[in-house]
């Protein structure tokens, strides 16, 4: 599957943004996805996960409360809505692909398929 995300940009501290991430190439529904990030000098952190269905994601306690996941298997894509953004969310976002097994995993290498990232720059 092809993952392609978009909708990063620069915004200041306690603004909204929301990212896209299209998928093509595989039967979308087939596919639980993942947001990951990754700020300058940092290891990739899981973000959010969800399944076949916009219920029951789970999220990284750091977003919990702030962002929300979710899809729309007819445009075959991911959101994350990210309100009241903070400067320590400034980081390269990543969607990322697996095939679900009706588990949400938050652990990048279980994910196989990744987008090229967007970039997110929250100054306060």
């Known amino acids: 599957v092809q993952l392609q995300a978009s909708g990063g940009g620069l915004v200041q501290a306690g603004d909204s943004l929301r990212l896209s991430c299209a998928a093509s190439g595989r039967t979308f529904s087939n596919y639980g996805f993942g947001w990951f990030r990754q700020a300058p000098g940092k290891e990739r952190d899981f973000v959010a996960a969800i399944g076949r269905t916009s219920g029951t994601p789970t999220y990284a306690d750091s977003v919990k409360g702030r962002f929300t996941i979710s899809r729309d298997n007819a445009k075959n894509t991911v959101y994350l809505q990210m309100n009241s953004l903070k400067s320590e969310d400034t980081a390269v976002y990543y969607c990322?692909?697996?095939?679900?097994?009706?588990?949400?995993?938050?652990?990048?290498?279980?994910?196989?398929?990744w987008g090229q990232g967007t970039l997110v720059t929250v100054s306060s």
């Open positions: 990322a692909a697996r095939y679900y097994d009706y588990t949400l995993r938050a652990t990048a290498n279980e994910y196989a398929y």
